[in-house]
């Protein structure tokens, strides 16, 4: 059975050729054939959103720790937001993103602490480690979102180091 590499060969050989070396033709072809299949296999690899077989290997250099149960798809979901993470600290990036997941939301913060002189009766108290939090408000949640303790994952994983995220619900 003729492929298409040992067809191309035959073309580049200067005259007809019959019995041993057209069966040396075929296994050269064969071979040819199953490197340009697996050369096409392996560009996908190059990127985190088409990766198969290492995205084991994407995972580890950018830090994500998935559980045995996720999927294939999800796990490629988390490495794309990890490698496009360059988005920043914006309330903008961050509701954004959260759109991407599939929830509306909005994002309070300023969680002053309490103060002799300067706060009054009735205010919130807060620690002085709550000022460093943030609170995203969920609106509304898609139909296609990703699961509560993904989005959360994720947008906790994506969040300012120093600070803490909040998340409350309808």
Same mark, same amino acid.
């Given at each position: 059975?003729?492929?298409?590499?040992s @067809?191309?060969?035959?073309?580049?050989?200067p005259?007809?050729?019959?019995?041993?070396?057209? @069966?040396?033709?075929?296994? =050269?072809?064969?071979?040819?054939d199953d490197?340009?299949?697996?050369? @096409?296999?392996?560009?996908?690899?190059?990127?985190?959103?088409?990766?198969? =077989?290492?995205?084991?290997?994407?995972?580890?250099?950018?830090?994500?720790?998935?559980s045995? !149960?996720?999927?294939?798809?999800?796990?490629?979901?988390r490495?794309v937001?990890?490698?496009?993470? &360059?988005?920043?600290?914006?309330? &903008?990036y961050?509701i954004?993103?959260?759109? !991407?997941?599939?929830?509306?939301?909005?994002?309070? =913060?300023?969680?002053?602490?309490f103060?002799?002189?300067?706060?009054?009766?009735? @205010?919130?108290?807060?620690?002085?480690?709550? &000022?460093?939090?943030?609170?995203? *408000?969920v609106?509304s949640?898609?139909?296609n979102? *990703?699961?509560?303790?993904?989005?959360?994952?994720?947008?906790?994983?994506?969040?300012?180091?120093?600070?803490?995220?909040?998340?409350?619900?309808?």
């Amino acid at each position: 059975m003729a492929n298409k590499s040992s @067809d191309a060969i035959r073309q580049l050989m200067p005259l007809q050729i019959d019995g041993d070396f057209n @069966d040396d033709v075929e296994i =050269e072809g064969a071979a040819i054939d199953d490197l340009l299949s697996r050369a @096409d296999e392996l560009y996908l690899e190059l990127f985190p959103d088409t990766c198969d =077989e290492t995205l084991p290997d994407w995972e580890r250099v950018y830090e994500l720790n998935p559980s045995p !149960s996720e999927s294939k798809a999800l796990r490629r979901s988390r490495l794309v937001y990890a490698v496009r993470r &360059r988005g920043g600290l914006s309330r &903008r990036y961050f509701i954004g993103l959260a759109a !991407s997941l599939g929830y509306t939301a909005t994002i309070t =913060e300023g969680h002053a602490v309490f103060r002799a002189g300067m706060s009054a009766a009735g @205010d919130a108290v807060y620690t002085n480690q709550d &000022r460093w939090s943030w609170t995203m *408000v969920v609106s509304s949640i898609g139909a296609n979102a *990703v699961p509560q303790t993904q989005f959360e994952s994720i947008i906790t994983m994506l969040g300012p180091a120093h600070g803490a995220v909040l998340f409350t619900y309808p």
